[in-house]
């Protein structure tokens, strides 16, 4: 039975005589892969292979091939169906998820960051996770709350930490505003739009579990079964039910203009009353002390290794720093001394690093400009210098070198917001280059400065694209098919390990783990030359780039040196140059790693050219790594 009041956690119980699992040391040493609960699978595929290696052949669900691509959209009926089902819940599930740890070990995931799993409000289709209704119940869609421990003792049991995503920020729909205050605001529909105005808007009632506004906007008593009866309205734990945990000022329409995107509603998920302060004298409200408890105890309940803080910047500094001690003071106090908390802080570059140093938080998710440049540097559509420079410019943050980026930012180019890209969503793969080049993509993202963390379905080619209104469900593919399959299909899963860019990456990730430089070293994007003599950083030819970029990563006397070609018809060759500090004229290095399997093992020479360089043939749309 769920939890109804905050006061029945009893956290010594949950903490006392338990051996929780342990931080890693650093987590700029692992792999991120990052997946939405309903999205990634339902545990009834058949074909693929289980934690231990077994092929799995009791399933129903059969494994996907090209000859099923857009079998969902033979005509226009049916893909008006494939359409309206990513709106809908797909029905992924916690323990779908724990039968594919293997799938996950093998292509060499440490970290896994999981979408939000709460119980949401139970009359809309909040799939994602993010409007939450009961914070101390596993969501009924995705499984119990025992589910949730299972897999993060299965995953630790496979050498694999748990991340899991928290709202601080806001609740789900679970109160309407009365319309008399401000009745002339409203959509293009002609329905009633509360927006931010600064003032307090009166509230209707906390909402049934038909989205009616028929429960008093008050406590309610839980020790009268027969005072709340529906656990599927208003909100829980209990203590959330009084009025001033809510700001109720309406929904924001300005994201820029402050204090209205700390007031107001992420859209209609109503936004909590934190507090009020300055950042060193924060008086914490009591929605914010409770919302501390209670992932405290989710914490101690399922052993989880990290948070990630859905909508930072819609947080006072005061709260997100307040909330940070907390769980990190609990988390020390049960033997998790780096448990990671990472923040999504939209608001550009500047603004993500100023806040982690404000609020002491571990880390922030590169959202701004890291997705938009890797994928272009990769493609072959943006000068490499743009990528790069992003981790150069200490100055910005007051530090004398670039290597504290090291793990502080959480890197990637994919995702399931692409909030840079408006209502025109794609992913990496939707167009043919990507298709040919996500591998070089993969790999700049594993092996340049960052925490790394993958896209779930990005190793499979996932090829999701389509604009307007809700368009982010065509980047939310369901990896075990069901009715919004990738590649508009249905009815056919994705956890293919024998097509190339799984097998490729996992080595890249193999050579990752084994190379402390590729990990924790520190970065230079390295000149090339055509000829031997004329050398330059690679640069855009016009509206492109087709040809080697290289770039080495050095960590104490050791340089491992690596490089892509964004060219997908012809090998390019060049000459790279190399750290004279650490080489000798007729030194050489080695091949350790070629998209081209011919290239492994096979050395090259270090020669008295713009200092010292290599000369090095990257296969088309390929990539190389030497040592």
Known sequence: MAIRRLSDVKLTSLTAGREFQKSPAEWEDHVFYFLLVDRFSD???KSFRDITGRTVTTGATPLFTTAENRNAVKNEADASKWREAGTKYVNGTLKGLTSKIGY?????????????????????????????????????????DQDLKELVDTAHSNGIFIILDIILNHVGNVFTYDPTRQPNYKDDKGNFDPRWDKNLYPVLGFNDGSGKPTIPFTRSDPTNPGAFADANSAIWPVELQNPICYTMKGRISNFDHDPEFREGDFFDLKDVNQGSGAVDIYAPSQALLDMCEIYKYWMAFADLDGFRIDTVKHMDPGATRLFGSVIHEFAQSIGKDNFLLIGEITGGRSFAFETLELTGLDAALGVDEIPEKMESVAKGFRNPTDYFDLFRNSELVGRGSHTWFRNKVVT??????????????????????????????????????????????TEQRFNGHGSGDGADRYIREAMFGGDFGSFESKGFHFFNEDISVYKEFSKIIKIRKEKAALRRGRQFLRPISGDGQNFGLPVMLGSQIRSIIPWSRILSDTEILLAINTDTEQAKIAWVTIDASLHKLNDFLICIYSTDAGQIGKQVNCEAKNGLSVKLTVPAAGLVIFE
């Open 412 to 457: 990637f180019f994919n995702d399931h917001d692409q909030v840079s890209k408006g209502q025109q969503k794609a992913r990496f793969c939707a167009d043919s280059d990507g298709a040919n080049l996500v591998l070089n993509a993969l790999a700049l993202n594993a092996t340049t400065l960052g925490i790394p963390c993958i896209y779930y379905g």
């Open 43 to 45: 545990g009834n595929e």
């Open 104 to 144: 996950l070990k093998r292509l060499g995931i440490s970290a896994i960051w999981i979408s939000p799993v709460l119980k949401q409000v139970n009359f809309q289709e909040t799939y994602h996770g993010y409007g939450i209704q009961d914070f101390l119940q596993v969501n009924p869609r995705f499984g119990t």
